[in-house]
């Protein structure tokens, strides 16, 4: 739904503002969806309020390029409240809540241009609306607005400040550019926080992609072979989510650190050639391409289901699915059933994209809660530090990463202890030994 709306702001002044969204109509459930969401983001809701006094954000344009989810329509009327003029776009075709982007577009007056299930060709129309904007800042999930820009949008390059980026693949693209010399602006590595990857990552993909899966198929965990690969911090969630849900979970690794990790944490690491032989269920979590290909596909035991909780759809070679298959359909919504010659059925859920967002609800509040508190004063601080802030991939300041957690912890009414002199002298001391 193409639309262009007159919107008046909280000064009563009036401006037009384009969007796309499935359908407008939807935005009272989305409302609601939101309120709930952030009912569960204390820490967020901190900075909100900081952000509605101090205006740290005022005329400051924003695009965002995120997962259309709840949380982060919180994240969206945080930066507003701190004055900033925001467009949004989705940074996956599967993974928009059409009811919250229809939400963010009438009832906060956010330019929002995404629709679940979109195709490439819309994906990059949305993108570019966003980038239509003029951007001081982006905020991306994936570093799609920052290639873009660098490749195809350089006239952009001159009134951008910086950007700030959300996920693990998004600062490895950047930290390439960044080697390569071509990358025009800082950018700040949201993903690499600790308040961000240490749950966002581990505990949020954990609990949401055992959700994408269940919600999907309906099927049971325990008892099952449950083959992981990649033993990141994802992966490490979703390897111990499963085992907890009663599975046996078996890793694929090829770096001989996480994979000797894995298997003190008492799971079997094999290739994948092998674990392909006994899998019931896969999940790849790698950032890397081909990881399930048709060297496997026809070793999959019959049922297989197969699924991808990594940012890009790459993880899963599905063209050579298609390609090897002797049969393909749609056997239930984020099921599609592919038989093979040899009789076997293999289930690729959510079409290799982000299960835990295509077909559930991505990971819950309380955990994107730090992540967005991340976001929200990274883009504070490059406002504070505009100018300063010489080119490269740069960590969210530790004092930043320490003050959300400090913030998490209050929130969960948990109290812990402080040095005491004593303790402080003797940390700090290199005299007193054995
Ligand atoms: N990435 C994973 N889960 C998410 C969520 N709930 N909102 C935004 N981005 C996400």
């Given at each position: ?165 959300e996920t693990t693949t998004?600062v ?18 949201v993903n690499d926080a600790f308040t961000k990857h240490c749950f966002d990552n581990r505990y949020g993909t954990g609990q949401s992609t055992l959700d994408g ?13 449950f083959?992981v690969c990649g033993y990141g911090w994802c992966g490490r969630g979703v390897a111990s989510r499963a085992e907890g849900m009663?599975?046996?979970v078996?890793v694929?690794e090829?770096?001989?650190?996480k994979?000797?990790e894995a298997?003190?944490d008492g799971y ?15 999940v790849t979590v790698t950032g ?21 909780s990594g940012h ?42 982000l299960?835990n ?5 991505g990971h819950p509040s309380s955990v994107m809660d730090m992540s967005?508190?991340n ?26 990463d320490?003050?959300i957690a400090?913030?998490k ?26």
């Amino acid at each position: 739904m193409l639309g262009t709306t007159l919107y008046i702001d909280k000064l009563g002044e009036y401006f037009t503002m384009n969007y796309d969204v499935k359908d407008i109509n939807l935005a009272e459930k989305g409302q609601l969806r939101i309120e709930w969401a952030a009912q569960n983001m204390p820490v967020l809701k901190q900075i909100k309020d900081r952000f509605e006094k101090e205006k740290p954000l005022a005329g400051v344009r924003l695009a965002a390029c995120l997962h259309v989810t709840t949380e982060t329509a919180y994240l969206m009327q945080t930066l507003k409240a701190g004055g900033a003029e925001i467009a949004l776009c989705a940074s996956n075709p599967l993974s928009t809540q059409d009811d919250v982007a229809a939400s963010l577009v009438k009832h906060d007056g956010i330019p929002v241009f995404a629709i679940k299930g979109e195709d490439n060709q819309t994906y990059y129309k949305h993108l570019n609306s966003v980038l239509d904007t003029k951007p001081m800042i982006t905020m991306d999930d994936g570093a799609d607005l920052v290639s873009s820009i660098h490749s195809e949008r350089t006239n952009l390059l001159a009134q951008i400040l910086g950007g700030t980026e959300e996920t693990t693949t998004g600062v490895i693209r950047l930290s390439s550019m960044a080697k390569d010399g071509v990358l025009k602006f800082p950018i700040i590595a949201v993903n690499d926080a600790f308040t961000k990857h240490c749950f966002d990552n581990r505990y949020g993909t954990g609990q949401s992609t055992l959700d994408g899966i269940i919600r999907a198929t309906n099927r049971m965990l325990a008892g099952s072979t449950f083959v992981v690969c990649g033993y990141g911090w994802c992966g490490r969630g979703v390897a111990s989510r499963a085992e907890g849900m009663g599975a046996n979970v078996v890793v694929t690794e090829i770096d001989p650190l996480k994979a000797l990790e894995a298997t003190m944490d008492g799971y079997r690491v094999m290739p994948i050639a092998e674990a392909a032989k006994i899998g019931d269920f896969f999940v790849t979590v790698t950032g890397d391409c081909h990881v399930i290909n048709k060297d496997h596909f026809l070793t999959l035991k019959d049922g297989a289901i197969i699924c991808n909780s990594g940012h890009f759809d790459v993880e899963i070679d599905v063209k050579g699915l298609e390609a090897t298959c002797v049969r393909k359909r749609q056997i239930r919504e984020f099921v599609v059933e592919y038989t093979m010659k040899n009789g076997h059925r293999i289930n690729l859920l959510g079409e290799g994209r982000l299960i835990n967002l295509a077909a559930a609800e991505g990971h819950p509040s309380s955990v994107m809660d730090m992540s967005f508190a991340n976001q929200s004063l990274s883009a504070e601080h490059l406002v504070k530090n505009k100018g300063k802030m010489n080119i490269g991939v740069y960590k969210v300041p530790d004092e930043l990463d320490k003050e959300i957690a400090r913030l998490k912890l209050i929130s969960m009414g948990i109290n812990i202890d402080v040095l005491t002199t004593e303790q402080e002298h003797y940390l700090n001391s290199w005299t007193s030994g054995t």
